[in-house]
T-cell receptor, first 115, second 117 residues
Framework: GAGVSQTPSNKVTEKGKYVELRCDPI?????LYWYRQSLGQGPEFLIY????????DSGLPNDRFFAVRPEGSVSTLKIQRTERGDSAVYLC?????????????FGSGTRLTVV | AQKITQTQPGMFVQEKEAVTLDCTYD???????LFWYKQPSSGEMIFLIY??????QNATEGRYSLNFQKARKSANLVISASQLGDSAMYFC??????????????FGTGTRLTIIP
């Protein structure tokens, strides 16, 4: 596609439920990142994929968070047993350069609200 | 550890005036890069300008320029001739290599810029 697509754009879920957030990167981009942006803050790194593998998942806050990228394109961020503190905007970015370079393109994000 | 500091939570500027958004950074790595992104209310991060730590000249992109002062560890964004459409959140970010060998970005807390007609 022309840009990085994230779906849904908004998600409201009840505390304790499971959610999946999808990121469709620019075609051919091998590097994919997930960031989380809490209210009033800058984005914070969650996980980095190079191809199909998670090369760096050091930013995932706990084991309720998991992400996959099975075919090296679309990625899904999965959150189990959601908590109110998980409410944030989840941003995805992709890059054509292995390792990122400065060619990042961000999606518009998924705004997750846990009630 | 890498850190970005943006000390201006909000700014109001008259249309057509120039505006400077402050950014200071902290890193012990000799190789790094500095970005400025614009985030309108729609949420996407729009790339504005990039400066590499070894670049000799300050980066410019149209109305945007980056005032890079390496010794002072500052990378201020200058927007010339501001327009109403410049109203948005602005984030300074630093690119660095993590302990895993991959690139990461670390962001500041942002500055909300409002252009007054």
């Amino acid at each position: 596609g022309a840009g990085v697509s994230q779906t849904p754009s908004n998600k409201v879920t009840e505390k304790g439920k499971y959610v999946e957030l999808r990121c469709d990167p620019i075609s051919g981009h091998t590097a994919l990142y997930w960031y989380r942006q809490s209210l009033g803050q800058g984005p914070e790194f969650l996980i980095y994929f190079q191809g199909t593998g998670a090369a760096d998942d050091s930013g995932l806050p706990n084991d309720r968070f998991f992400a996959v990228r099975p075919e090296g394109s679309v990625s899904t961020l999965k959150i189990q047993r959601t908590e109110r503190g998980d409410s944030a905007v989840y941003l995805c970015a992709s890059s054509p350069i292995p390792g990122g370079g400065y060619g990042y393109t961000f999606g518009s994000g998924t705004r997750l609200t846990v009630v | 550890a890498q850190k970005i500091t943006q000390t201006q939570p909000g700014m109001f500027v008259q249309e057509k005036e120039a505006v400077t958004l402050d950014c200071t950074y902290d890193t012990s790595d000799p190789s790094y890069g500095l970005f400025w992104y614009k985030q309108p209310s729609s949420g996407e991060m729009i790339f504005l300008i990039y400066q590499g730590s070894y670049d000799q000249q300050n980066a410019t992109e149209g109305r945007y320029s980056l005032n890079f002062q390496k010794a002072r560890k500052s990378a201020n964004l200058v927007i010339s001739a501001s327009q109403l459409g410049d109203s948005a959140m602005y984030f300074c970010a630093m690119r660095y290599i993590s302990n895993f060998g991959n690139e990461k970005l670390t962001f500041g807390t942002g500055t909300r810029l409002t252009i007054i007609p």
